[in-house]
């Protein structure tokens, strides 16, 4: 890597992570996903919005789930190589039904395209005033009465460093896993990812990324939500957020 951590600079362009995300993390997300936004995706009745769609996890079970079209958003060029993959194993017909937009949902001009937003672990990478922009495109995408569904970034920054692990994950003789170190930084939530792989007991292999994640307390999510036109409203699940377009009534986005 040309930056990261030791000289202040986080990465967030995921072409480190991408080769471990699958292995370590889809078995997880894949069931989260289906708890969290199943039932709402079922119930879509124009267009689901997958916001940040990652490799693709999410926009897979939203195309299992739901019988409309799916937009799915992803702008690193990498993530987006691994959604087109999983997209190709799917078969014509699901391939079909996804639109992929390879820029920022605030870049990409959406307006009035789905009656069901969703962002899983999204909100909490962008800083404020990307998630201000990130509210206001969301309110223009969603058709008066659509519903937005996220995962809410921290509420604040830790007291100090918090260290997790994921994996091991076996392919063959190697063993795949992940040390996950995140503390404050610069008013930001500084997440290092360092990826090992290692084979008969010795490391062959380690690499790092990191990323910044920012903290919003829920009353300033709910303020910055009215201000971008958005309703908040009770979420199906207590691990997310949900906020819906007012039918009646024009919202920033000058949409009636």
């Known amino acids: 890597m040309t930056d990261g951590p030791e000289n202040g600079a986080a990465d967030a362009d995921y072409t480190v992570s991408v080769e471990f995300y699958d292995l370590l993390q889809a078995e997880s997300d894949r069931r989260l996903a289906q708890r969290r936004f199943a039932g709402a995706a079922g119930r879509a009745r124009l267009a689901v919005l997958d916001v940040g769609a990652g490799t693709g996890i999410v926009t897979e079970m939203l195309l299992t789930a739901a019988a409309v079209p799916i937009h799915a958003v992803e ?26 937009h390879p820029e920022p949902v605030q870049e990409a001009g959406l307006a009035g395209v789905a009656d069901l937003a969703v962002a899983s672990n999204v909100i909490a990478s962008l800083d404020p005033a990307a998630r201000r922009a990130t509210w206001r495109a969301l309110e223009a995408a969603l058709v008066p009465g659509g519903l937005l569904l996220f995962d809410p970034p921290p509420s604040r920054l830790p007291a100090g460093p918090e260290h997790d692990r994921l994996g091991p994950v076996r392919v063959g003789p190697d063993l795949y896993s992940a040390d996950l170190a995140r503390a404050p930084h610069r ?29 919003a307390d829920p009353s300033q999510l709910r303020s910055e ?28 986005s000058g949409h009636r």
């Open 75 to 100: 702008p690193s060029p990498a993530m987006r190589t691994a959604l087109l993959s999983r997209l190709s194993g799917l078969g014509a017909a699901r391939q079909a039904r996804v639109t992929v």
């Open 187 to 215: 008013g930001a939530l500084r997440a290092t990812f360092t990826y090992r792989v290692e084979r008969h007991g010795r490391t062959v292999r380690e690499e790092r990324e990191a990323f910044d994640l920012w903290p």
């Open 225 to 252: 939500l009215r201000d971008a036109g958005l309703q908040l409203v009770r979420a199906p699940s207590a691990d997310l957020m949900a906020a819906r377009r007012p039918l009646h009534g024009a919202g920033p």
